[in-house]
């Protein structure tokens, strides 16, 4: 008998299949396709953290602290920054506010004065400010709009300086001052009340501004600059506001309305 021979082969189709894996295997591209795409997306993912945590970061920083909140007031609107300004602080140096009483210089602090500046405030923005309405609170006839009288701090604060001014000149203001002439010690009851409020607005904004000293020709003590710069309001825009917003009723119109009592003391 003959040897059997078992040949062995494969299909041709399978021949080429495995010529063109050895041909391809080194340029095959799918399994490095997901490596990089893999390697992108990580990059990706890591460069969006870093900007969130780089905006957060951004928005703490910049979050106002409890100090920078403002109290709320209508008048809110009207504050703008006219930024830094060098005090006028020389021992001697003259301003429209500062002389020997004369009508200019009256007519300077009577402006910024001017009676209060009373306004009207609606009930939405008193219930804003955080007080509530009272039946002894004072408002406007309804012809007149019917909202509340108000007036805003500076004035106030401006008036009480005016004060303690004039009674530094007291041989050219007091003697003619009705008020004063009626009663002396009103007078001196006011002007402590002026004294008072002007102490607590300054404890109140404690003023950190830096004042530095220098030696001066003929004095043996150090001598402070005062000209020194503030951050400060544009005071013209809100007096400008308080205007647009006064309102201007006879005296004879302002009594008392159906509703309104008196409290037993001033506030």
């Known amino acids: 008998m003959g040897k059997e021979y078992s040949a062995q082969y494969s299909p041709v189709n399978s021949v080429h299949d495995e010529d063109e894996k050895l041909l391809h295997r080194g340029t095959e591209t799918r ?4 490596s990089r795409f893999l390697r992108v997306s990580l990059w990706l993912i890591h460069g969006v953290l870093i900007s969130v945590t780089l905006l957060f970061f951004t928005l703490w920083a910049r979050a106002p602290s409890k100090d920078d909140i403002l109290l709320y007031s209508p008048a809110n609107e009207a504050i703008e920054s006219i930024g830094i300004v060098r005090f006028n602080g020389s021992w001697d140096r003259r301003s429209v506010y500062r002389d020997s009483p004369s009508p200019d210089l009256e007519a300077a602090w009577n402006r910024v ?4 500046r009373l306004m009207a405030m609606t009930l939405e923005q008193l ?3 955080g007080e509530e309405p009272a039946p002894f609170m ?3 006839p309804e012809e007149y709009g019917g909202n509340y009288m108000a007036s805003v701090e500076v004035i106030h604060q401006l008036h009480c300086i005016n004060m303690v001014r004039q009674s530094s000149w007291s ?6 001052d009705p008020d004063f002439v009626r009663s002396p010690d009103g007078w001196r009851i006011h002007l402590d009340h002026c004294v008072e409020i002007l102490r607590q607005v300054i404890m109140c904004h404690s003023d950190v501004t830096i004042v530095t000293y220098d030696w001066v020709d003929g004095l043996d003590d150090p001598y402070p600059n005062f000209n020194v710069p503030h951050q400060c309001r544009d005071l013209e825009k809100i007096l400008d506001w308080v205007d647009g917003r006064r309102v201007y009723v006879p005296q004879s119109k302002m009594i008392r309305q159906e509703g309104n009592v008196d409290l037993a003391f001033p506030p």
């Open 171 to 176: 041989d050219r203001y007091l003697g003619d």
């Open 113 to 116: 004065t001017a009676d209060g």
């Open 138 to 140: 004072i408002r406007y």
């Open 31 to 34: 399994p490095h396709s997901k």
């Open 127 to 129: 219930l804003k400010t």
